[in-house]
């Protein structure tokens, strides 16, 4: 038994979703005639209560090309300093759209309307544009928490109130949604565009939608192929998120619950010093000072056990669709003669 925990991107699809997978309608995509595409796009849409939704191959290339809908090469992008699209995305931001991020110092990857004021560059020539606002919900390197949703709105009146545009990157929105009891729509009505991935908590072996207006989704496509992201007889994969989204969504209840357990058990160790607030799937933690992280690492891994160290003597595990109550049994058992 292997006990993976390093991503909710490890999963591999169910029969069920391959079965959906094999039988899927398909068509030219670049023709925009693949059915099963199409019927994707627009069921997000409208959860979303957007006009337009778009098929990614990746939830990078779904920000970025966010990224460079709202903004004009040598503008400034507002963001957390835990920020995937600062972060993990290769430093596409200043590759593709020849932008800076404004960095906020913000708390498990979240900050609120007055630090957004505070990060606007003043309207000088020789200053950079502010142009975009961009949070993530539920945050990655912030261990999975999960937004004030009146915050959310505050940040939006600063938005308004100073022009800029306001990017969702929803890789887990589906978490957030779920953890919180919110809908899709409340998002929709609050963002301009919105990334959702279906590869992560979802369980689809790729795939990840934009979402926004028609005005602003206007050159979605074109900068999609520009990113090289264009796809043929893509419904084989659109017809994987569509299976996830009838079957995936409700379940993640199941992996909060294992990740609360494993936060709990985490705490009794003497060997560690401190367990971030578990709000959805993913586990954060720090050592000991005295705990040397590799031979953690190696022990774990002795018991078929993987997880990934975050840097800053953090570590995360995190829970999903593969990791089953077996697993989450033996785990436990590892961790308490560990
Ligand atoms: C995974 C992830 C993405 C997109 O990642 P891909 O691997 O390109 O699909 C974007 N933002 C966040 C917060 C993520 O966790």
């Given at each position: 038994?292997?006990?993976?925990?390093?991503?909710d991107?490890?999963?591999?699809?169910?029969?069920?979703?391959?079965?959906?997978m094999?039988?899927?309608?398909?068509?030219?995509?670049?023709?925009?005639?693949?059915?099963?595409?199409?019927e994707?796009?627009?069921?997000i849409?409208?959860?979303?209560g957007?006009?337009?939704?778009?098929?990614?191959?990746?939830g990078?290339?779904?920000?970025?090309?966010?990224?460079k809908?709202h903004?004009?090469?040598?503008?400034?992008?507002?963001?957390?300093?835990?920020?995937?699209?600062?972060?993990?995305?290769?430093?596409g931001?200043?590759?593709?759209?020849?932008?800076?991020?404004?960095?906020?110092?913000?708390n498990?990857?979240?900050f609120?309307?007055?630090?957004?004021?505070?990060?606007?560059?003043?309207?000088?020539?020789?200053?950079?544009?502010?142009?975009?606002?961009?949070?993530?919900?539920?945050?990655?390197?912030?261990?999975?928490?999960?937004?004030?949703?009146?915050?959310?709105?505050?940040?939006?009146?600063?938005?308004?109130?100073n022009?800029?545009?306001?990017?969702?990157?929803?890789?887990?929105?589906?978490?957030?949604?779920?953890?919180?009891?919110?809908?899709?729509?409340?998002?929709?009505?609050?963002?301009?565009?919105?990334?959702?991935?279906l590869?992560?908590?979802l369980?689809?072996?790729?795939?990840?939608v934009?979402?926004?207006?028609?005005?602003?989704?206007?050159?979605?496509?074109?900068?999609?192929?520009?990113?090289?992201?264009?796809?043929?007889?893509a419904?084989?994969?659109?017809?994987?998120?569509?299976?996830?989204?009838?079957?995936?969504?409700?379940?993640?209840?199941?992996?909060?619950?294992?990740?609360?357990?494993?936060?709990?058990?985490?705490?009794?160790?003497?060997?560690?010093?401190?367990v971030?607030?578990?709000?959805?799937?993913?586990?954060?933690?720090?050592?000991?000072?005295?705990?040397?992280?590799?031979?953690?690492?190696?022990?774990?891994?002795?018991?078929?056990?993987?997880?990934?160290?975050?840097?800053?003597?953090?570590?995360?595990?995190?829970?999903?669709?593969?990791?089953?109550?077996?697993?989450?049994?033996?785990?436990?058992?590892?961790?308490?003669?560990?």
């Amino acid at each position: 038994m292997n006990i993976d925990l390093r991503s909710d991107t490890v999963t591999k699809p169910t029969k069920g979703m391959l079965n959906a997978m094999t039988q899927a309608q398909v068509g030219d995509d670049v023709f925009r005639e693949d059915p099963t595409v199409n019927e994707l796009e627009t069921r997000i849409a409208l959860m979303f209560g957007k006009e337009e939704a778009l098929f990614f191959p990746s939830g990078t290339m779904a920000n970025q090309t966010a990224l460079k809908l709202h903004t004009n090469p040598g503008d400034q992008v507002i963001c957390d300093k835990y920020a995937h699209i600062y972060n993990y995305e290769s430093g596409g931001a200043s590759f593709n759209s020849g932008v800076s991020c404004k960095l906020i110092d913000g708390n498990r990857g979240m900050f609120n309307a007055e630090q957004v004021l505070e990060a606007i560059n003043p309207n000088a020539y020789y200053y950079s544009q502010s142009s975009l606002v961009e949070i993530e919900n539920t945050t990655n390197k912030g261990g999975g928490a999960c937004w004030d949703f009146d915050e959310i709105l505050n940040i939006r009146k600063v938005c308004d109130d100073n022009k800029l545009g306001y990017h969702l990157d929803g890789a887990r929105i589906w978490n957030a949604l779920v953890a919180k009891n919110e809908t899709a729509k409340q998002y929709g009505e609050v963002f301009d565009t919105i990334a959702v991935c279906l590869s992560k908590g979802l369980g689809c072996p790729i795939g990840s939608v934009l979402v926004g207006d028609s005005e602003i989704m206007k050159d979605a496509i074109r900068i999609r192929k520009i990113f090289g992201g264009n796809m043929r007889q893509a419904g084989y994969l659109a017809a994987a998120g569509l299976y996830a989204l009838d079957n995936n969504i409700e379940r993640l209840n199941e992996d909060y619950k294992k990740a609360k357990e494993i936060s709990e058990e985490l705490t009794k160790l003497a060997i560690i010093e401190s367990v971030e607030p578990v709000e959805t799937n993913i586990v954060i933690f720090e050592l000991n000072e005295d705990v040397n992280e590799n031979h953690f690492l190696q022990q774990l891994a002795k018991k078929n056990i993987h997880i990934i160290s975050m840097g800053d003597r953090k570590l995360r595990m995190v829970t999903h669709l593969d990791y089953t109550d077996i697993m989450h049994e033996e785990l436990i058992n590892v961790l308490n003669f560990i």
